[in-house]
């Protein structure tokens, strides 16, 4: 019998690093997400089904300059397009509690397959009555793969936002 789990979006966080001016991390957030899994089994994952969402007018930077440039069209365009969403396609065992999440991840008007570690953290019944599932997701995408290709380079030749983006989430589900 099929099981869901929908997204703790209070439990969970969806970061981003990338480097600036070669020299240093920054570190973003995106406040507002939703997703869902769909699972064959309750207690066996990769079997599951993936769905994500992200707002992109909710990224945080920590530096609200930044962030109103990172909601335009010189990067997201948050305006014409409000979400970044991912679809799994399939899910490969790696391990003990270690997979590799296949799907495909749309930024703007670009779809693009790409793969996810996954650390399955395990399950829970809260102090609540809700079961819960926790895992945490990184991988690592080129910004100009997905039409995020403004560029900027300084005086000295250090280009200042890297090409590489680091994201990390750690994403907590509830059984419906």
């Known amino acids: 019998m099929a099981t869901t789990w929908k997204l703790d979006p209070t439990h969970s966080e969806v970061a981003f690093k990338v480097k600036h001016l070669v020299i240093t991390?920054?570190?973003g957030y995106f406040r507002s997400f939703d997703g869902t899994v769909v699972?064959?089994?309750?207690?066996?994952?990769?079997?599951g089904k993936v769905s994500f969402s992200i707002d992109t007018s909710s990224i945080d930077t920590n530096q609200s300059q930044r962030d109103e440039h990172l909601k335009s069209a010189d990067f997201f365009n948050a305006a014409q397009y409000p979400q970044i969403t991912f679809t799994s396609t399939s899910i490969e065992e790696k391990g003990s509690d270690a997979f590799l999440l296949h799907g495909n991840l749309t930024?703007?008007?670009v779809t693009k397959p790409i793969a996810f570690n996954v650390e399955f953290g395990g399950t829970v019944m809260d102090p609540y009555g809700n079961f819960k599932a926790g895992f945490e997701v990184s991988g690592k995408i080129s910004r100009k793969e997905f039409g995020l290709t403004w560029s900027a380079v300084t005086e000295a030749g250090a280009v200042v936002v890297s090409d590489d983006v680091k994201i990390q989430a750690s994403v907590q589900f509830v059984k419906q």
């Open 25 to 27: 991390t920054v570190t």
């Open 39 to 47: 699972t064959e089994d309750e207690t066996d994952f990769t079997t």
């Open 107 to 109: 930024v703007g008007n």
